[in-house]
């Protein structure tokens, strides 16, 4: 039996899906949240201009690069979106942070990297959503790459005087022995972790040390994180909710206010020594 449509029926099926898909893919955000072309870095409009750049966030993706795409949720627009949600939720506890891009835009990973080096020693922040071959695999996680040993001077003595913004302190002369490593990053992602995945909504998948472009040339603190995994049904349909997004924006800056707020009481925050307290020099400028 011949079970073929009419081919005006098929046409309107066809517009129908078309139309439907559409509208789930806008259904994220309401119109005045659709992304706006804009430069990059600070702009105009900015409402903390003149205050001091505390954080560069850094939405993953844009313009050409999707990024990870399950069914209409795009990783450049949830990024784009969670990144912007963060930035006011700074901005409502007065804390200033600028954006590597603002719209749908291509952007260059130099590009961003440069953004952040124009603001150096403050939190480097990009963000991404992930995808696995398999649909099990779930939760939040954030990358760095840091660790690198910082040089010291070796001074001898103490002569009870500050100098550069820290004391000097007994040292026993052997320059092996003078050596800090630089674990911000590690620092400001557990912070950041630990503040996404406290509720439970996410799980925690940790922190770890991976060769990427953003978070190995940006300066320290910087870090990737990766908000979860679109290929996981359950977590696409949390993301694909305003409200969920929201929730994840402030619970990421939660993290990066918890980190300054300890950077700023002691500036050797996140910084380890490998050597025993007072055999060892660290200068802040």
């Not at 309107?12 to 439907?20: E, K, L």
């Amino acid at each position: 039996m011949d079970s073929a449509l009419p081919k005006g029926i098929w046409f309107a099926i066809v517009a129908a899906v078309g139309v439907s898909m559409l509208g789930i893919h806008y259904s994220m955000k309401s119109a005045d949240e659709v992304p706006t072309e804009e430069p990059v870095g600070e702009v105009a409009d900015d409402v903390m201009k003149g205050e001091p750049v505390r954080v560069v966030l850094d939405p993953g993706h844009g313009g050409g690069d999707g990024g990870t795409v399950v069914f209409s949720l795009l990783e450049k627009e949830l990024a784009l979106d969670i990144s912007m949600r963060v930035r006011r939720a700074l901005e409502r506890d007065g804390i200033r942070a600028v954006m590597t891009r603002q719209g749908d835009r291509d952007v260059e990973l130099a590009e961003r990297v440069e953004l952040g080096r124009k603001h150096p020693g403050v939190p480097f922040v990009s963000i991404h959503l992930n995808r696995y071959k398999s649909a099990s695999v779930r939760g939040a996680e954030v990358y760095v790459m840091d660790g690198k040993p910082v040089p010291l001077p070796v001074v001898k003595g103490y002569d009870g005087q500050k100098m550069g913004g820290s004391e000097l302190h007994w040292t026993s002369g052997n320059s092996a022995n003078q050596g800090f490593f630089d674990r911000r990053s590690t620092t400001l992602g557990t912070q950041i972790l630990a503040a996404m995945t406290d509720g439970g909504d996410l799980e925690n998948r940790g922190v770890r040390q991976r060769k990427l472009f953003v978070v190995e040339h940006a300066p320290p603190p910087s870090v990737l994180v990766e908000c979860g995994y679109l290929s996981n049904p359950g977590e696409a349909r949390k993301f694909s909710k305003a409200a969920f997004r929201e929730k994840v924006a402030q619970n990421i800056a939660k993290g990066i206010g918890s980190y300054l707020e300890e950077a700023e009481k002691n500036p050797t925050y996140g910084f380890t020594r490998d050597s025993t307290l007072g055999e060892a020099v660290l200068t802040i400028k």
